[in-house]
């Protein structure tokens, strides 16, 4: 029987099992959502343990779907939520506590008393192309080891395992208590501020600044290589495919060449543009980040602008206001009015990442009259991804000196294709969807199956890659100027807000 290639998508608020054929096609699928654990304003958390069981059951599902057994997957490959922080026993397998979520930012006093030392918030970067922030792990870690009595002496007494969830994954997946394989690959590593971007080893001057035990961190390896086996009903499957789900989408759109970069829209916005193998290090507010590497092949770098709010905003538009009843009715109700009605949404719920990295700032409407109405909410909802994302382009050209021929886009927003329209507009270039929009998923599949031979080359996997749509863009320059405009001063007044209670 033909045999397929599963690819764990591990996201933010769901988990995804999808099986590809030769072709890159869908076979099959399954998908579960998790809680969304909010303890405090400014905390997000998600259960460890009901994640890892969602998985295994959408793996059964996907391939019980397919009509097929375990013993017809040939591999796994996994992509997760990149810097989602996870610390669990390694005797008994269970967390310490509930994850804590990139989006999460209670390391913000943290990440403040740091970056007044010498080197400022950028003190880092040299090493590992990250400015400190809320946003990545190895901060998340150390505010645990502050925060929660007796972590640290578990940590020094070697009970203690730290890992992004792809760790927690593999290591539940290959045998957990016991003898689970504790790896992480390159592009989850270089998240975590505790990587060496030029070495791809753990930094030894951060760790001991940071005092981090190194025996607690996972072993670095290739995106694409061998991480263990998981044994499921007599089958052995390897799992040989592991990304952070950004640099997943970008192998998935096949942006294999310096110079090609790719946008997802999902929870959040992530763009990545190729930058070849050398890192190169931004001076605009970007950060420097690993997209892959195939096994002793050299690692590919690329530049990355982070939009902390996008998928996430229309959600808090259905869940917290209440003004739509599922997340898809956005695009209707936003067609209902001619144009934002000079209505504009910062969604700085957790600060403002690329290219101001402002943890301060917070989130705004701005422009309302008793003209205002739910269509021009929702048109705002909708053109505030657009114009963060034009924001990192802009940063982006700065750093790299290239200009944005097109730009390929993935993700769920990208059915929107209004959303599509304006970010066309803005941004003034094509915007290209690909036929396969499951791109995430689809490069942990690459991974994985060009590790066992599945697939035998790149270029056989760009060869996969078709267009599905494109949107030109059709807007007067002096509208779009003044939008921006205006978009921009919006943005000036989220970091002018002041916590009265400080």
Aim: aromatic share 8%; proline share 4%.
């Amino acid at each position: 029987m033909t045999k397929y290639i599963a690819a764990i998508d591990q996201g933010t608020t769901s988990s995804r099992c999808i099986l590809f054929n030769q072709a890159g096609e869908i076979v099959s699928s399954d998908q579960m959502e998790h809680d969304q654990i909010l303890p405090k304003p400014g905390w997000v958390e998600h259960n460890p343990i009901q994640i890892l069981r969602n998985v295994e059951t959408i793996f059964e599902n996907a391939v019980r779907k397919a009509d097929a057994e375990p013993g017809d997957i040939a591999a796994i490959g996994i992509t997760n939520q990149r810097e989602t922080t996870v610390v669990w026993n390694r005797y008994t397998g269970i967390p310490y506590q509930n994850a804590i979520v990139w989006q999460d930012t209670r390391t913000a006093a943290l990440c403040d008393v740091l970056s007044r030392r010498h080197g400022g918030q950028d003190r880092f970067r040299e090493k590992t192309g990250l400015p400190i922030s809320v946003y990545f792990s190895g901060i998340k870690l150390r505010w645990l080891f502050d925060q929660v009595d007796g972590l640290y002496e578990e940590a020094l007494r070697g009970n203690l395992m730290f890992g992004t969830i792809d760790s927690w994954l593999i290591w539940n997946m290959t045998g957990g208590i016991t003898g689970g394989k504790h790896y992480t690959d390159v592009t989850n590593a270089s998240r975590t501020m505790l990587m060496n971007l030029k070495t791809l080893s753990w930094d030894s001057e951060i760790l001991e600044e940071l005092d981090i035990p190194v025996q607690i961190l996972p072993e670095i390896k290739p995106s694409s290589g061998y991480f263990g086996a998981y044994h499921k009903d007599g089958a052995v499957i390897p799992i040989s495919g592991v990304f952070g789900d950004q640099q997943a989408a970008l192998f998935g759109q096949t942006c294999f060449a310096a110079g090609e970069g790719k946008n997802t829209y999902g929870t959040g916005c992530f763009l990545l543009l190729n930058t070849g193998s050398v890192p190169v290090e931004s001076k605009n507010g970007l950060i420097t980040t690993v997209g892959f590497k195939i096994e002793d092949r050299p690692p590919v770098y690329c530049l990355e602008g982070s939009v902390a709010n996008a998928g996430s905003l229309v959600q808090w538009m259905r869940d917290n206001l209440k003004m739509i009843n599922s997340s898809a009715e956005i695009e209707a109700l936003a067609r209902e009015v001619p144009d934002n009605g000079d209505v504009y949404i910062v969604p700085a719920f957790s600060g403002l990442f690329a290219p101001y990295w402002r943890s301060d700032a917070r989130g705004i409407i701005a422009g309302l009259t008793r003209f205002s109405n739910r269509g021009h909410l929702a048109r705002a909802v909708l053109e505030a991804t657009a114009f963060q994302t034009m924001e990192v382009v802009e940063a982006m050209k700065k750093d790299s000196g290239v200009d944005l021929s097109m730009l390929k886009v993935d993700g769920g927003m990208t059915v929107n294709e209004l959303l599509m329209q304006f970010q066309a507009d803005i941004l003034e270039v094509p915007i290209v969807r690909p036929v396969i929009r499951e791109t995430t998923a689809l490069g942990a599949a690459y991974g994985a199956g060009l590790e066992i031979g599945y697939w035998h080359s790149l270029d056989e996997l760009k060869s996969k890659w078709a267009a599905d749509r494109e949107w030109k863009p059709q807007i007067d320059p002096e509208k779009k100027a003044k939008l921006c405009a205006r978009w921009k001063k919006a943005v000036i007044k989220s970091m002018g807000w002041i916590d009265p209670e400080s």
